[in-house]
Antibody, heavy 122, light 110 residues
Framework: QVQLVQSGAEVKKPGASVKVSCKAS????????MHWVRQAPGQGLEWMGW????????NFAEKFQGRVTMTTDTSISTAYMELSRLRPDDTAVYYC???????????????WGQGTLVTVSS | QSVLTQPPSVSGAPGQRVTISCTGS?????????VHWYQQLPGTAPKLLIF???NRPSGVPDRFSGSKSGTSASLAITGLQAEDEADYYC??????????FGGGTKVTVL
């Protein structure tokens, strides 16, 4: 069965970087785009961006451009999201999510990782 | 501020019907992108509830139904049960090929 297993919680100081991993199993990583979504404490879901594991093409939400990097290592079926220049308001649970694309108008997330809490505090 | 607009909360007694609206614009829902819904229980990852406006994944009770018209969509829960108490999010795409979410709606079973 499909599973996305993420790395454990992180505590970082402002200005540092964090790299979250998402190991996929039960399917071929290159067959589906991987998206990253975050959720600040008590807040809603916020889309961050996606990566195409086939050719490493990416697309990021404007607010994260310049600070976020998304990569994959297909040899170990793992996707990564790195966020730099961390601020306290980056404190959130970060999710990876596999996207299903049907035609040109259906894009939805059928499997999600369990989430990784990143806390940014001095 | 979320791209899609949802009411912050809705409530209903067990057995009642509640609806959650999701309003977008001509660059996302109105551009023809499908709407999808997720249920999030406390402390857990979101779970796909409705995809492609009206479709339920296997295992989702038929008490949950979706609809879409123009730049808006709705999720209906009929025969509300205690286990339905959760946060619900709508999601679509926009012309920049970016995912967009609603701000979430907390459903309370009275």
């Amino acid at each position: 069965q499909v599973q996305l297993v993420q790395s454990g919680a992180e505590v970082k100081k402002p200005g540092a970087s964090v790299k979250v991993s998402c190991k996929a199993s039960g399917y071929t990583l290159t067959g589906y785009y991987m998206h990253w979504v975050r959720q600040a404490p008590g807040q809603g879901l916020e889309w961050m961006g996606w990566i195409n594991p086939n050719h490493s093409g990416t697309n990021f939400a404007e607010k994260f451009q310049g600070r976020v990097t998304m990569t994959t290592d297909t040899s170990i079926s793992t996707a990564y999201m790195e966020l730099s220049r961390l601020r306290p308001d980056d404190t959130a649970v970060y999710y990876c999510a596999r996207v299903i694309k049907k035609g040109t108008s259906w894009y939805y997330f059928d499997y999600w990782g369990q989430g990784t809490l990143v806390t940014v505090s001095s | 501020q979320s791209v899609l607009t949802q009411p912050p909360s809705v409530s209903g007694a067990p057995g009642q019907r509640v609806t959650i609206s999701c309003t977008g614009s001509s660059s996302n829902i109105g551009a023809g992108y499908a709407v999808h819904w997720y249920q999030q229980l406390p402390g857990t990852a979101p779970k796909l509830l409705i995809f492609g406006d009206v479709n339920r994944p296997s295992g989702v009770p038929d008490r949950f139904s979706g609809s879409k018209s123009g730049t808006s969509a709705s999720l209906a829960i009929t025969g509300l049960q205690a286990e339905d108490e959760a946060d619900y999010y709508c999601q679509s795409y926009d012309n920049n090929l970016e995912g967009v979410f609603g701000g979430g709606t907390k459903v309370t079973v009275l």
